[in-house]
């Protein structure tokens, strides 16, 4: 760049942080006009000052969006000048109609409404932009699934991995209807982001082409104060604004991804799939697109493997967005669960079992985490999906399960369902179930279930029956019950079981385990 050109960058720069000087002493009071709207309580309304102050006090280095705008102008500037150079190729036609997928700023289109400054009080306040700063890929909508893949720089690089796992087995007739969006989820870290865009380019340039893979980065004006923040959970400062990031990098994907689509996958950059996922996942929703879930785990992990409907986005990105640095995401999205289907007369049990009606969980789990080297510097992550690693040898046949029961801690029922551990429930009452749900209905010859086990020898079920339904009836049918803690029925021949049940008859003071459950297929 020519000095000229160096010399009115500054002075415009220099502009600009005037004007902001300006701006944000004129509009102090606004702001606070615009937060009480927002906030309801004392305590968020108090923050909400607090960062307000924060910001006023570091006002240099909320600079940042507009070297981050001067920054991006200047990649503008520097395109078109290569588009100039190239113009007289012989190929110049293919270089231009790729530059356009290319979009840097986004030039002047109008985000989506799902992710307008309407919900994000922070946003309506400072007036910023959640437009992605970066762009690849064709920018399509309309597509039935939208995988979210945020992505930081970590000491290790597990994201073409993890695509190669996701894009390269996947075919051509189960990706149609998919998209990937890779989200570079790094404010000021430009050159990372390119060299993002790069690997994937030289890679999965078909994939760009033909809108099965988006590559975005994000605009630092949309990002909240992630410096001096109130301590929660006691975790020091490094770890605090780590996790608050994560939560807001995670509101823009969903916010982006919103307008995509009908069905949103939350992944991350360091997870497998395994094999068929998407037809898994299609045959499953296909099969209970009419039902109330709010979301449905593929992974017993964390975040990882959730799937929302679309429409369910906007109301979680609002939610997250209040309280970011208050909890992990995956602590906000169960406060979000209890916060919508309990209430302040209701029981504990009958709050418990609206939640798990709320989540179903299909086993095996779809996905697998392989990271090690978490985003945040010193931490040493090992966490791996145990529902995984059973996905092909497990005997039982895929399934989507639900217990309205009162789980123990994390005993839950994949993991007697795929044997890697004990279903345990506590506080067992009359009609209280489990519900095995075949992904696709199938014939089979019995079924064996086992409660009590050395963890609670005497921790059988005292009164309950098994039950099945056909694929062609919606009630369930008897089969046999319960005697001394075990059960053993053999289904009807020549029928295609849809789904099974395990209903309590009667109410019992003990606890109960279920330390086997077999489903013996022709």
């Not at 190929?91 to 992710?115: F, H, M, V, W």
Request: hydrophobic share 40%.
């Amino acid at each position: 760049m020519s000095k000229f050109s160096c010399s009115m960058l500054t002075k415009l720069l220099s502009l600009l942080l005037c004007f902001l000087s300006i701006w944000v002493i004129k509009h102090l009071w606004a702001e606070r006009t615009c937060s009480d709207r927002y906030f309801s309580d004392q305590k968020a309304v108090e923050t909400y000052y607090q960062n307000t102050i924060w910001r006023l006090k570091n006002l240099a280095k909320e600079s940042i969006s507009t070297v981050a705008l001067l920054h991006s102008q200047q990649l503008q500037i520097e395109a078109m000048s290569q588009d100039i150079k190239l113009i007289k190729s012989p190929n110049s036609q293919d270089i231009l109609k790729r530059r356009k997928q290319d979009c840097y700023t986004c030039g002047g289109a109008s985000p989506p409404t799902e992710y307008n400054s309407e919900y994000t009080p922070y946003l309506f306040a400072s007036n910023m932009d959640m437009t992605p700063l970066r762009r690849v890929g064709l920018g399509k909508s309309g597509y039935k699934l939208v995988f979210g893949i945020p992505t930081v720089q970590r000491g290790e690089d597990y994201l073409l991995h993890t695509l190669s796992s996701l894009l390269d087995p996947a075919g051509i007739p189960e990706r149609r209807g998919a998209l990937f969006i890779v989200f570079v989820a790094e404010i000021m870290n430009f050159s990372y982001c390119q060299r993002i865009i790069d690997d994937i380019e030289s890679r999965y340039d078909k994939e760009l082409s033909n809108g099965v893979l988006e590559v975005i980065c994000p605009n630092p004006s949309s990002y909240p104060p992630l410096g001096h923040l109130p301590q929660t959970l006691s975790d020091p400062e490094d770890r605090l604004n780590w996790r608050a990031k994560q939560v807001v990098d995670f509101s823009f994907l969903m916010s982006y991804a919103a307008s995509k689509g009908e069905y949103y996958i939350q992944l991350e950059d360091d997870v497998i799939g395994a094999r068929g996922y998407i037809q898994h996942i299609q045959g499953y929703i296909d099969s209970h697109s009419e039902e109330p879930w709010l979301f449905i785990n593929f992974s017993l992990l964390g975040f990882i493997g959730k799937l929302f409907r679309t429409q369910d986005l906007t109301p979680f990105v609002h939610y997250i967005l209040l309280f970011y640095y208050r909890q992990p995401v995956d602590w906000l999205l169960a406060s979000y669960q209890k916060d919508i289907y309990c209430y302040y007369s209701q029981s504990e049990y009958e709050c418990q079992s609206a939640i798990a009606s709320s989540a179903p969980l299909f086993v095996p789990s779809l996905f697998q985490h392989i990271g090690t080297t978490s985003s945040l510097k010193g931490k040493v992550q090992e966490l791996t999906d145990t529902g995984f690693t059973n996905f092909i040898a497990s005997s039982n046949p895929p399934a989507y399960l639900s217990a309205v029961m009162k789980t123990h801690e994390s005993n839950l029922l994949s993991k007697v369902y795929l044997k890697q551990g004990y279903f345990w429930a506590m506080d067992v009452q009359l009609f209280d179930y489990v519900v095995i749900s075949l992904l696709e209905p199938q014939e089979l010859l019995s079924i064996q279930v086992v409660t009590g086990g050395e963890a609670g020898r005497n921790d059988i079920l005292v009164s309950g029956q098994v039950e099945y339904c056909t694929d062609e009836a919606e009630d369930f049918y008897f089969m046999c019950i319960f005697v001394n803690g075990k059960a053993d029925c053999k289904f009807p021949e020549l029928t295609l079981i849809a789904s099974i049940r395990i209903l309590v008859t009667k109410a019992q003071a003990q606890w109960l385990i279920i330390s086997e459950l077999k489903l013996n297929t022709l």
